[in-house]
């Protein structure tokens, strides 16, 4: 029912004003009525650890396991109904539709559910994508046997490894390539599957609008996961090589980074932005700055500005990195609340 999220608020823009142009973005996980009903194509954790399901407050249900980037079955589905969304959104707004923003996972930042304290990777649909992932780079259980320096080792019987395992790298943290290379590549198997779920649906998405639509997702925060608990391979973010090469893509989007945004502060990117604008994409500028109107605890919440002076030295400040560096920016209410609703004196300050 297109009606209830993305259309009407596409029609209240419209009204205030005929002129602008629209770029929604379509969030790609299913419901609860999908989750519960596929119980091989959802996330599987460790000792059936399930985080909280951020969707039971929006669609009902008893809150259920996120679906998994590997699941083909959960790629198809959500392929066909990102098709009957654009099929919907073109008919009634043709040309006032700028492009598709694609979302899915946490936050629909495309990193994996689970992040910071659980492995995941243990669905149905993970082991059978790994094992496929296996014989596509290996081809034969004889050079997977010499590379994992395993005699037995066999790609059909190839497991994802153990979450013990997964916490032990030999090396600090790097894993040992001759006695761990099975973790190595389950590393990068999760890479791949990530970006590979987001080029299925850029593709379809450049298909349908036959290549007259701005086709962006959020992906590439490779400065931002060197933190996590379980090691940066746990986002799914490392794969942005493959994504930078998709003719599907026209563009990534991240919010600014959350340190250093503070008074003072640089703003940082979260991505290697020069690599990006080399690869002839655009670089969207998520600018959701906790203004003086800011409430609630969101994140970046602690570095909020205190008045509205503040509020307009931090836009200003974001808006400048943005003209140096060649990127474009949106600003994000992160909560709808009205961050930003002091239009006259806001206007005035950073014109």
């Given at each position: 029912d297109w009606t209830t999220w993305t259309d009407k608020a596409t029609q209240n823009l419209l009204d205030v004003n005929r002129k602008a142009m629209v770029f929604p973005r379509f969030g790609l996980d299913p419901g609860y009525w999908w989750r519960e009903a596929n119980p091989d194509d959802v996330m599987v954790w460790e000792k059936g650890y399930i985080p909280g399901d951020p969707l039971v407050g929006i669609y009902g249900g008893r809150g259920s396991s996120m679906p998994d980037v590997a699941s083909e079955k959960y790629r198809t589905e959500a392929g066909e109904h990102l098709v009957a969304?654009?099929?919907?959104?073109?008919?009634?707004?043709?040309?006032?539709?700028?492009?598709?923003?694609?979302?899915?996972?946490?936050?629909?930042?495309?990193?994996?559910?689970g992040w910071l304290d659980k492995y995941q990777g243990y669905s149905v649909a993970s082991r059978t994508a790994w094992r496929k992932w296996l014989k596509e780079k290996y081809a034969t259980d004889d050079v997977l046997a010499k590379v994992w320096n395993r005699p037995d080792a066999r790609i059909d019987w190839a497991e994802v490894p153990l979450p013990a395992d997964r916490r032990n790298p030999q090396f600090g943290v790097f894993y040992d390539p001759e006695a761990q290379r099975n973790i190595i590549d389950f590393n990068q198997f999760q890479q791949d599957m990530m970006a590979d779920t987001i080029l299925h649906f850029a593709?379809?998405?450049?298909?349908?609008?036959?290549?007259?639509?701005?086709?962006?997702?959020?992906?590439?925060?490779?400065?931002?996961?060197?933190?996590?608990?379980?090691?940066?391979?746990?986002?799914?973010?490392?794969?942005?090589?493959?994504?930078?090469?998709?003719?599907?893509?026209?563009?990534?989007?991240?919010?600014?980074?959350?340190?250093?945004?503070?008074?003072?502060?640089?703003?940082?990117?979260?991505?290697?932005?020069?690599?990006?604008?080399?690869?002839?994409?655009?670089?969207?500028?998520?600018?959701?700055?906790?203004?003086?109107?800011?409430?609630?605890?969101?994140?970046?919440?602690?570095?909020?500005?205190?008045?509205?002076?503040?509020?307009?030295?931090?836009?200003?400040?974001?808006?400048?990195?943005?003209?140096?560096?060649?990127?474009?920016?949106?600003?994000?209410?992160?909560?709808?609340?009205?961050?930003?609703?002091?239009?006259?004196?806001?206007?005035?300050?950073?014109?």
């Open positions: 969304y654009i099929r919907a959104m073109d008919i009634k707004y043709g040309d006032k539709i700028a492009g598709y923003h694609l979302s899915g996972q946490v936050a629909g930042e495309w990193f994996y559910y593709k379809i998405a450049r298909r349908e609008t036959q290549g007259r639509k701005l086709i962006v997702s959020f992906y590439g925060y490779s400065y931002e996961w060197g933190f996590l608990n379980l090691g940066p391979a746990a986002s799914g973010h490392y794969a942005l090589r493959r994504i930078l090469q998709s003719p599907d893509i026209d563009g990534l989007s991240a919010p600014i980074d959350y340190t250093d945004r503070q008074s003072g502060g640089g703003g940082p990117m979260k991505t290697p932005l020069e690599s990006i604008l080399l690869a002839g994409k655009v670089w969207f500028s998520e600018d959701d700055t906790s203004t003086h109107l800011a409430t609630g605890k969101t994140a970046g919440s602690n570095t909020r500005a205190k008045t509205l002076a503040e509020s307009v030295y931090l836009l200003r400040r974001n808006t400048v990195q943005a003209a140096l560096r060649n990127y474009a920016v949106w600003w994000m209410d992160l909560r709808s609340r009205g961050w930003f609703a002091s239009p006259r004196r806001l206007k005035r300050r950073t014109a």
